[in-house]
Every structure is written in C-alpha cells, then in structure tokens.
C-alpha cells in the first residue's frame, strides 16, 4: 500500500511539474508583456526598459525559468505585478472563496445525480425516466459558462430572483451575522447551480446504470421476498454497493469541476482563483498565472490521488 502511495505521488509530482514548464514556455512564447501596460505615448522608452528589467524580463526565458523553479520548489511562487504583492497572498485570498464554490458545486452534483438516477430507477424506460435522461444528456453536454450565462438571462435579468453578480452586495459588505450569511447565500445560489447542474447530469446517468445492474442481483431479489418495498431495496440495499463506482467518477470529475468553476467565476464576477487568473491573464501577469496554474494542477492530482485512495481502501483488488 505504501508503495503504491509513494508511486502515485512520484506520479503527481511529475505532472506538477510538467504543467508548470509547459505555462511558463506558452507564457514566455506570447508575444508582449506587462509593460504594454505603459501605453502612455509620454512615457519614455527608457522608463518602459527600466520597468522590463525591474521585473526580470530582459533576461532569457531559460534564465527565468530556473530562477521562477527554484524559488517554487521552496515555496516563494513570486510578487504579482498587478496587485504589488506576494503571490501566495494573493492566491490565499482567493483559494477559500474558490473552495467554497466549488465545494457546494460538488455537493449539489453528487446529491442531485443520486436523486434523480433514484427516481428514474423507480420506473425503469417509462416516461419520466427518458425525460430525465434527455435532460441529463442535455446538461452534461452543455459547458458550464453556457449554463451560467442561460441562468443569467433567465434568473437575474429577464426573471430578477437573484444577483447576477459578486459574492456580496453593497449592503452585505457592511453587515455581519446571520444578514451576511443570507446575502451570501443568495449570491452562491446561481454560480453553485451552474457548475453543479452539468456534474449532476453524468452522475445521474452513471449511477442508474450502475442501480440498474444491481437491481436485479440476489440479494436484492432476497431483501424483496422478505417483504422489503422497492423502494426501500433499492436505496437501503442496492444504492451502497452502486455508490463504489462513484467513487471514481468524483476522482474523474474533478478537473472539470476545477476547470468549470474557474470559468463560472469570471461569468459571475465571483472574487476566486478563476477572476484572479483572469485578471492577471489581461495584465500579463506571469508570476500571479504560474503560480494560480501550479496551485489548480495541485488540487487536480490531488483530489485524484484521495478518490484512488478511498477507492483502493473500499476494494483492496485495485491494489493489486
């Protein structure tokens, strides 16, 4: 087991690593820098050279990439151009607010594809059953910013139930307690359905598969001749052991629910890791986008590496 662990992480760390070279060679290829920032046509060329070498960016790409490496592998992901600060600040501010979002999104994806791949097992290729497999198809087909600029439209604009924007209003910036809470929450609710609506569609789909197998094992058919109603069969029997496989799906998932989040961010001006990248993105802000690129391939392979863990600990065969 702890040879496989240690094989796993070795793995993890490579891919880390990978990633942040191929950001930093894409980064360093595009043409500019953040000295396009001094588009003053009063601003002398010296002052824009100044700025360049201030910032390390006179120097070959070769050079700063092993000087940006070293100072990484210790910790130091470097001082964002755009805010004027230590990035790890900036990412530390972000991180919780993503975390948040992206939590939530995950909750209502697996809480939801349960419900619904329960009620369509109910009555298997009736009505509702295809219903509901069309719209999960439909769902899970659709990217998430499509989703979130339809919820837009239709729940903050055409129909305004809830803020189409930010994580608090003016107002909500000022209080505290339980009006803080509701105000937040009401700012979660769109951006929360937007990621997990799509996620809920797969689960769905992969778990009444997974229902519908063990629907008709013995041990099902025994808990119903023993006088269980169906329904009881199906969620106190058969759901557990169609869970096991969920477990790797959630693992599956998880770049995409990072990946959609970030996006969904920027849809909803939501002050995460996703707005922040994006920022930094316009400003060429190298620093800020390696290290929010570094700290996201993090959280990918490592929410991957704890769904093959919990997965290997539930069915000790994978192991092997």
Request: no cysteine.
């Amino acid at each position: 087991m702890l040879r496989w662990l240690l094989r796993r992480i070795g793995a993890g760390l490579v891919m880390v690593w990978l990633v942040a070279t191929a950001t930093f060679a894409l980064v360093s290829a595009a043409p500019g820098d953040i000295t396009q920032r001094l588009n003053d046509v009063r601003t002398p060329p010296a002052a824009r050279e100044r700025w360049r070498r201030d910032f390390g960016l006179d120097r070959p790409w070769g050079v700063r990439y092993i000087s940006w490496l070293g100072d990484a592998v210790t910790g130091d992901l470097g001082y964002s151009w755009l805010h004027h600060r230590k990035v790890a600040g900036v990412l530390a501010q972000a991180i919780p607010n993503t975390i948040l979002l992206a939590g939530l999104g995950l909750l209502l994806e697996i809480a939801g594809g349960i419900t619904l791949a329960v009620v369509q097992l109910r009555r298997p290729h009736g009505k509702g059953d295809r219903a509901i497999t069309l719209l999960s198809l439909t769902a899970y087909a659709l990217p998430p910013f499509v989703v979130g600029l339809g919820l837009l439209y239709l729940l903050a604009f055409r129909f305004p139930l809830f803020p189409p924007s930010h994580m608090l209003s003016v107002a909500g910036e000022t209080q505290h307690g339980l009006p803080r809470l509701l105000d937040l929450l009401h700012h979660l609710v769109l951006p929360v359905v937007a990621i997990g609506i799509a996620g809920m569609g797969g689960v769905a789909r992969y778990l009444r598969g997974s229902l519908l197998d063990e629907k008709g094992q013995q041990y099902v058919l025994a808990a119903r001749a023993r006088g269980a109603s169906e329904r009881r069969a199906l969620i106190s029997h058969a759901l557990p052991n169609a869970l096991l496989p969920l477990i790797t799906m959630v693992g599956m998932s998880l770049p995409f629910l990072v990946s959609g989040s970030l996006v969904i961010e920027v849809v909803f001006s939501w002050p995460g890791m996703g707005q922040t990248m994006y920022d930094a993105a316009l400003a060429r802000d190298v620093p800020l986008l390696l290290g929010g690129t570094v700290l996201a391939t993090i959280a990918v392979v490592a929410g991957n590496l704890l769904a093959d863990l919990a997965y290997a600990i539930a069915d000790p065969r994978v192991r092997l």
